[in-house]
T-cell receptor, first 112, second 111 residues
Framework: SQQGEEDPQALSIQEGENATMNCSYK?????LQWYRQNSGRGLVHLIL?????REKHSGRLRVTLDTSKKSSSLLITASRAADTASYFC????????????FGKGNQVVVIP | DVKVTQSSRYLVKRTGEKVFLECVQD?????MFWYRQDPGLGLRLIYF???????EKGDIPEGYSVSREKKERFSLILESASTNQTSMYLC??????????FGNGTRLTVT
């Protein structure tokens, strides 16, 4: 079932700026994951945050999770042209990753 | 690095044909998945498998079947292709707690 919903749907920024995307979901989750998809390719996992975590960092990525608001944000700092892609959030409703519910995706264009 | 390989990048089939989409992973993952991706609808789960010969329906299984005879291979079958099955099909694999690893997708056009 479709649960994650990213906001905004499309974002265009200049290289070097930060990009922030939000994701909301409806039911309780075990973890939330963010994936990136370059044009015409499969999805690549970026970062996973568990329901008992509030913030997580990985390189230029920062993810926050607010389970009381059922929302997450992905921040990409100092964006590069290579960050141009679609970004998806996915929620795991139970233990393990057997049933991930993906959002519709958020297209980010980084202008050199 | 985990590799998930889908046999075709592009396929064109006629309405009513039986279509096989093949996916192979090389990391001994228990779980394998088939998604379809359509503009504005995101990724929707068709079927997944958590072990050889085991399968479970996802959110949109109608018109599809799957086969998992070997751990590394997961096939998606369109018994009688229809135009509304024109889509991008993505295969993925994972172990129980690992993230999903995706193939590069098969863009299927049914005419």
């Amino acid at each position: 079932s479709q649960q994650g919903e990213e906001d905004p749907q499309a974002l265009s920024i200049q290289e070097g700026e930060n990009a922030t995307m939000n994701c909301s979901y409806k039911t309780s989750i075990n973890n939330l994951q963010w994936y990136r998809q370059n044009s015409g390719r499969g999805l690549v996992h970026l970062i996973l945050i568990r329901s008992n975590e509030r913030e997580k960092h990985s390189g230029r990525l920062r993810v926050t999770l607010d389970t009381s608001k059922k929302s997450s944000s992905l921040l990409i700092t100092a964006s590069r042209a290579a960050d141009t892609a679609s970004y998806f959030c996915a929620t795991a409703l139970g233990y393990g990753n057997n049933r991930l519910a993906f959002g519709k995706g958020n297209q980010v264009v980084v202008i050199p | 690095d985990v590799k998930v390989t889908q046999s075709s990048r592009y396929l064109v089939k006629r309405t009513g044909e039986k279509v096989f989409l093949e996916c192979v992973q090389d990391m001994d993952h228990e779980n394998m998945f088939w998604y379809r991706q359509d503009p504005g609808l995101g990724l929707r789960l068709i079927y997944f498998s958590y072990d050889v010969k085991m399968k479970e329906k996802g959110d949109i299984p109608e018109g599809y079947s799957v086969s998992r005879e070997k751990k590394e291979r997961f096939s998606l079958i369109l018994e009688s292709a229809s135009t509304n099955q024109t889509s991008m099909y993505l295969c993925a694999s994972s172990s129980f707690y690992s993230p999903l690893h995706f193939g590069n997708g098969t863009r299927l056009t049914v005419t």
